[in-house]
Structure formats: structure tokens, C-alpha cells
Nanobody
Framework: QVQIVESGGGLVQAGGSLRLSCAAS????????MGWYRQAPGEQRDLVAH???????DYADSVKGRFTISRDSGKNTVFLQMNSLKPEDTAVYYC?????????WGQGTQVTVSS
């Protein structure tokens, strides 16, 4: 049973920073990719950033240059450093873990950016 633990959300003023963490455990097979998606009220869940086992990264255009994804492969942990936050970054952020053909989601952590 894969378990995912997220942390680091909260309330911050525009221009501020937050760092999200996501740790996966209980997997029998190696993790192919970890990342973050976000969902604002009334919106669909969209990719923010992800990083593969080989270190390849992908970012949504809206966060390029402001957010940085990194990982600690030995601990199956991924981090999302979010700088220069904007009110439009407000959403629930979900950790996403891909193991073989299986996809796992965290429970989500709220990020609120005030103007």
C-alpha cells in the first residue's frame, strides 16, 4: 500500500514563498515520476511540475521561472519551491506519484496567496 504524505501549504502574501514536500512510502517498485498538480475551485486539476526518475522536469508555463521542483530519490521525496507567488496560484496542491502503470495521489494541501 503506497502512502503519500504532503506538507508545506499555507497562507502567504503575494510575492512570498512556500515550499511543499511530498514523501512516498510503501512502494515495492521504484518510482518513475513524482510531481504536483493543483486545482482551484471550479477548475480542473492541472499539472504544476513533475520530475522523473532520471531527473527530467516539466513545468506549467504559468509557473516557469518561479517554481522549482527537486527530489531526494533515496527518500522518495519531492519538493516544490514556490517563489514570487501570485493570487492566481491559490489552489489545493496534490502530490502525484507514478509507479509503473499505477498513479497515486496525496490528499492535497491548501495554498492561499493573498493580494
Amino acid at each position: 500500500q503506497v502512502q503519500i504524505v504532503e506538507s508545506g501549504g499555507g497562507l502567504v502574501q503575494a510575492g512570498g514563498s512556500l515550499r511543499l514536500s511530498c514523501a512516498a512510502s510503501g512502494n515495492r517498485f521504484s518510482i518513475y515520476r513524482m510531481g504536483w498538480y493543483r486545482q482551484a475551485p471550479g477548475e480542473q486539476r492541472d499539472l504544476v511540475a513533475h520530475i522523473t526518475r532520471s531527473g527530467a522536469t516539466d513545468y506549467a508555463d504559468s509557473v516557469k521561472g518561479r517554481f522549482t521542483i527537486s527530489r531526494d530519490s533515496g527518500k522518495n521525496t519531492v519538493f516544490l519551491q514556490m517563489n514570487s507567488l501570485k493570487p492566481e496560484d491559490t489552489a489545493v496542491y496534490y502530490c502525484n506519484v507514478v509507479i509503473s502503470t499505477n498513479v497515486y495521489w496525496g490528499q492535497g494541501t491548501q495554498v492561499t496567496v493573498s493580494s
